[in-house]
């Protein structure tokens, strides 16, 4: 509880008093528009609260449309009345970028949640915005294809945020962004007006691509209701190892490496230092020792193809020739699926076992490779008490860097602004894959030019010049 | 001669009686702001004309900056002074992009062509937009990359032309869009205010993805000035082969095994019906029957791995499936390189090859595979007597439809509005990859709807308030 209120003052941002509070005659207007299952007026705490504990918003209602029909006319309402809304898919953020911060309507997506077309030729699925990435993906490999974006929130999150988000996740290094693979996208403006272009074209060169500006837009331009995906043919093998390396510049020399020699098939490299990996033995039921030696480095890699005999191959030839010229000092190739699940657990226990010691300060920062682990370092010296520990998808250039503490206050002081002026120095990004949400507003000037900031206020005053659509976040 | 002229009639438009002309002072303020060798006052023949000769323009004066800060200059004096400016790249487009209409002032990109940084370990090259793709490829190739773009015009388009028109060509299907590719951009605004991220990380969620928006807007918001590729590693192992299936139904079947087959490894699928590979053989010196006997259709399937053998493998299996089962009758796999180049010439023929036949129409529409030939064949009904083929990327649902013609006011009258009424009918866009340009602002109402339409005007309105980029194209 102490540290849940050590956030909410750090993100109190005063209410815009140009937004109507809700009246009678407000949710009289949403009972004559909506069936009562869409109205949820009681019982609202999960909705209002962020998945990290970070803000507790104080809504007082929650509608969940069935139809793009229902949720323009709900934004043409709020847009004549001036009532914030806050669109919510999974509530996963981990910017508390889906939550109420004072009393914004939540407009859940949870009840838009057909999948409503696939085509086998194409490779493309059309669904609603509000299903669950899971359940896509579910459906997906039933058919022969894959979902090419894979998360830790897979059960919870919805596809329609992960566009908001534009997400990225475990397998971004194979299948890249969602800005490459979104072929269609149907969404409500602030003022109640549907664009949609679902026509799921591989190849569509008519005019501004409008689709990529709500992709990573977080809900601030409009409410994504339907999409088109491309979807990756299925695997029909997979392999994935872990490696243990002596130095951050050995990892460097094994990506380059696995690049060149799994070049098509490679599918995930991800990174661990020493501090996280030991940490997550000790906190996290169910995961062991992967390797029989100790490291100060761990990479997991993983390929996935479309034939068995040809990826051991090129698995075990890459292998040998990291071991060989002693990129790696030891390494295991599961065998089978259950030991290539006992080795994505471990990567997996990085949350989880950061959160047993104390409360977490975590980054998501993008960083050029060769500067990536000297961050940690430099954070590891100012701070020579605490816990602190890199990870991520290095493949990427994606650092994960959790700090864990007794001390909260003391500590943010030690790490902000330092950490977004080393982001900032090195040409990085404060913001990987997470988003800006309610959290980094303040942030952005790291990252961005003030004529990007100037250029990105006017593009949200051009599709939503009351501001009524996620108050708050991205831009302040 | 006749020819140009009828296209000239159809793509007249009236001169925008805002724009200011041209006078001795606006000269004298260029030559101030710019060395002597930036400014081209005669002989601008070839750059008022477009390279189907669709369009000849009146400009008299071409300004080639050799900086950013030239072009921000030049857009800052000319938006004060409402001159209108046509961006000009490579001059290749296959819509009357990239030339004036009237007298619009040429700002080409042409002196501005240094490739100025590569990381290695990212994949990353940074480059000037007005670099000839074939000129960038090759840098890459001698380190160990390619770029991810392949297409007829290389030796001639500029990257930024490429980016601006959102240009995808040959090896799409496994590179996939520029809006994926493109890690960093830097652009100037009507105004002359400049918005650079070059960062060029691959994951950067800190707000709207600005750069978006200027690829594929055909340099109508802003003049492309800088940019930074992910490239994709260098193949050390390809192979091509040439198949002759009877019908289109079998063509997709090919392709739907080849996906399965060849998964991660094809980097080409492209068709030629009967008529066109006829025609080429014809009419293009130096291309020869590629096999033994004759079919309805002509597919071309290209592979690029890391593993020689392996790739070999695959092919060969897949090859075996196709032909016992009856996929296809007959195939040819490249045995070296000579053999590959014999296919691909090919292919390359198209262009030529009906040139010769008379007046070409030529369509770049999408529309779905199931649907894709029965367009050509509807077409073929109308014109009994004209030549008419279909050909192109059957593997990204990308048709071009030639018609060569002696006759073209009267074929014209058959084709439009039949043929963007049949892609309206079938959701396909009617411009798959070569754009909107000059020529095909009018068509947009067949692909687009009207908001978004309308959303675009928008756009245009809050980057170039008085319209003065790239006037008369894309937006009507």
């Known amino acids: 509880m102490k540290i849940t209120r050590y956030f909410s003052d750090l993100y109190k941002v005063p209410r815009n008093p140009s937004f109507k509070s809700l009246t009678e005659k407000d949710l009289k207007y949403f009972e004559s528009i909506l069936?009562?299952?869409?109205?949820?007026?009681?019982?609202?705490?999960?909705?209002?609260?962020d998945w990290l504990s970070l803000v507790k918003g104080n809504s007082s209602l929650l509608l969940r449309p069935k139809t793009t029909q229902q949720v323009s006319a709900i934004m043409?309402?709020?847009?004549?009345e001036t009532l914030a809304v806050v669109p919510q898919a999974g509530n996963t953020s981990q910017v508390a970028g889906g939550v109420p911060v004072h009393d914004e309507i939540i407009l859940s997506t949870s009840s838009m949640n057909s999948i409503f077309k696939f085509d086998e030729n194409l490779g493309v699925v059309w669904c609603d915005s509000g299903v669950v990435l899971e359940t896509l993906n579910n459906y997906c490999m039933e058919r022969g294809f894959i979902v090419p974006l894979d998360l830790g929130a897979k059960g919870s999150c919805h596809i329609g945020g992960n566009l908001a988000t534009n997400a990225a996740g475990l397998r971004y290094i194979r299948y890249g962004s969602l800005h490459g693979n979104v072929l269609g996208l149907e969404a409500v403006l602030?003022?109640?007006?549907?664009?949609?272009?679902?026509?799921?074209?591989?190849?569509?060169?008519?005019?501004?691509?409008?689709?990529?500006?709500?992709?990573?837009?977080?809900?601030?331009?409009?409410?994504?209701?339907?999409?088109?995906?491309?979807?990756?043919?299925?695997?029909?093998?997979?392999?994935?190892?872990?490696?243990?390396?002596?130095?951050?510049?050995?990892?460097?020399?094994?990506?380059?490496?696995?690049?060149?020699e799994l070049g098509e098939v490679i599918s995930a490299f991800e990174f661990l230092d020493k501090p996280i990996y030991d940490l997550i033995l000790k906190n996290v039921t169910s995961t062991r020792d992967l390797l029989r030696t100790h490291h100060n480095f761990y990479v997991i890699v993983e390929t996935s193809g479309t034939n068995s005999e040809h990826d051991l191959e090129k698995f075990e030839s890459f292998l040998e020739k990291v071991t060989l010229t002693g990129m790696a000092q030891d390494g295991i190739l599961a065998q089978d699926e259950k030991q290539a699940q006992e080795i994505w657990k471990v990567r997996e226990g990085t949350a989880l076992s950061t959160k047993m010691e104390g409360h977490v300060f975590k980054y998501d920062v993008s960083l050029p490779l060769q500067e990536m682990y000297r961050v940690v370092e430099r954070v590891r010296k100012r701070l020579t008490e605490e816990f602190c520990a890199g990870y991520g998808h290095v493949g990427d250039g994606n650092l994960h860097l959790a700090v864990a503490t007794k001390n909260p206050e003391k500590t943010a002081k030690a790490l902000e602004p330092f950490v977004y002026e080393e982001v900032q120095r090195l040409q990085g990004s404060v913001s990987a894959e997470h988003g800006v949400g309610l959290t980094k507003p303040s942030k952005l000037k790291y990252s961005k030019t003030p004529q990007a900031l100037q250029l990105m206020k006017q593009l949200k005053t051009l599709f939503d010049p009351k501001g009524i659509l996620n108050p708050y976040k991205v831009l302040i």
Chains 1, 2 share one sequence.
């Open 35 to 49: 069936p009562s299952s869409c109205i949820v007026k009681e019982n609202l705490e999960s909705y209002n609260e």
């Open 190 to 260: 602030a003022d109640g007006e549907v664009v949609s272009d679902l026509k799921a074209l591989r190849k569509d060169n008519t005019g501004y691509d409008l689709k990529q500006l709500f992709i990573g837009s977080e809900g601030t331009l409009g409410v994504i209701t339907k999409l088109a995906l491309l979807l990756a043919e299925k695997p029909t093998s997979q392999y994935v190892a872990c490696l243990g390396c002596e130095s951050y510049e050995k990892v460097l020399q094994v990506l380059s490496l696995a690049k060149k």
């Open 76 to 80: 043409q309402y709020c847009n004549q």
